[in-house]
């Protein structure tokens, strides 16, 4: 019985810090808007952190503003936000 509980409590415990993980995720792009040509450098939170599901998010939420993504640059945590604040400017976590 104390093995089936303590697996229990390992489960839920990985569980917890899976989904912690991905709500601690970001990717910083470039994107582009025609007529007339504007270009943006951004950071938006993801819910992978994995560059592919990364990219396909991304692209979808910028659509929705009228954006067209280029490319996704990288995809990080919470650690690299600092650094890239300043350039992202009204873009940082704007989507």
């Given amino acids: 019985m104390k ?5 229990l409590a390992v489960s839920t415990l990985l569980s917890l810090l899976a989904t912690t993980a ?13 007529n007339p040509l504007r270009l943006h450098y951004g950071v938006m939170e993801v819910p992978v952190c994995q560059p592919g599901p990364a990219r396909q998010e ?16 990288s995809v990080f945590g919470p650690e ?16």
């Avoid at 093995?3 to 697996?7: E, K, L, R, V």
């Avoid at 991905?22 to 025609?34: F, G, L, P, S």
């Avoid at 690299?80 to 989507?95: P, S």
């Fill in 3 to 7: 093995q089936i509980f303590s697996f």
């Fill in 22 to 34: 991905a709500a601690e995720c970001y990717a910083d792009y470039k994107a582009k808007r025609d």
């Fill in 58 to 73: 991304v692209a979808k939420r910028l659509k929705k503003s009228g954006w067209t993504l280029l490319n996704v640059i």
């Fill in 80 to 95: 690299g936000l600092d650094q890239r604040k300043e350039n992202a400017g009204k873009f940082f976590l704007r989507f």
